[in-house]
């Protein structure tokens, strides 16, 4: 909680006392910078916290529409994806692959993921990028076929980790993923990408469409300014 005064004008002006804000999530702030995003009608942010690096936030306007959830089924339908794939570079028709929960914000979706795993247990280590925040870093436990505890890294190599909800990613119940990556458009409605699995030669192109959006098409291309 921070007493806060402002001033108008130049230097010279006096100082005139603002109000009482609550800022942060417990740890003393080090850094802030706040720009209004007209199109999310929001403050987008960036925050640095002591012994922490700095990481992206929101501050909702009054007009800003989150997702609405009625259950916890609805926010886990909202990170949904109807996965379809084929062998890379080869034209054979696209196959069902299955469904996957991507993602761990309730108010933006992934639009760029980029993983691969050099352990044997196939962990997955690499980075994600929000809509419209900063690309982290991304570590993956996987504890069971295609499943992984996900943990994101705000602010640089030296942040703290936070729990970031179980994904699934991958098909393939006897194999894991070997490398992912995976981009978006429009705003994580669909995303396109590669994936290859381990014991497998070949590479695969993906696709992801949104469940709950309905989306059929995957954007490769960025939408004309309305």
Not at 175 to 200: A, E, I, N, P, V
Not at 213 to 220: H, I, Q
């Amino acid at each position: 909680m921070y007493h806060v005064t402002q001033r108008k004008g130049n230097f010279l002006a006096p100082w005139d006392l603002a109000g009482t804000w609550v800022l942060g999530d417990g740890d003393h702030i080090s850094n802030m910078d706040l720009k209004y995003d007209d199109e999310l009608q929001a403050l987008a942010a960036a925050i640095g916290y002591v012994g922490t690096g700095t990481m992206g936030f929101r501050i909702a306007g009054k007009d800003f529409k989150a997702p609405d959830y009625e259950t916890a089924a609805d926010e886990a339908a909202w990170r949904t994806f109807r996965i379809e794939k084929k062998q890379f570079f080869q034209d054979v028709p696209w196959e069902a692959a299955g469904e996957w929960v991507i993602g761990g914000l309730n108010t933006a979706r992934v639009v760029q993921l980029e993983v691969d795993t050099d352990s044997p247990e196939g962990h997955l280590l690499g980075s994600v990028c929000y809509d419209k925040l900063p690309t982290i870093n991304f570590r993956g436990e996987r504890i069971a076929p295609n499943s992984y505890q996900v943990d994101h890294q705000w602010g640089g190599e030296t942040a703290k980790w936070y729990l970031c909800e179980t994904w699934t990613l991958g098909s393939g119940p006897d194999k894991h993923l070997l490398s992912l990556g995976l981009f978006s458009q429009d705003s994580g409605r669909s995303m396109h990408g590669q994936l290859q699995y381990t014991g497998d030669p070949f590479a695969h192109d993906i696709h992801a469409f949104s469940v709950t959006d309905g989306v059929t098409e995957v954007t490769k291309n960025p939408p004309e300014p309305g």
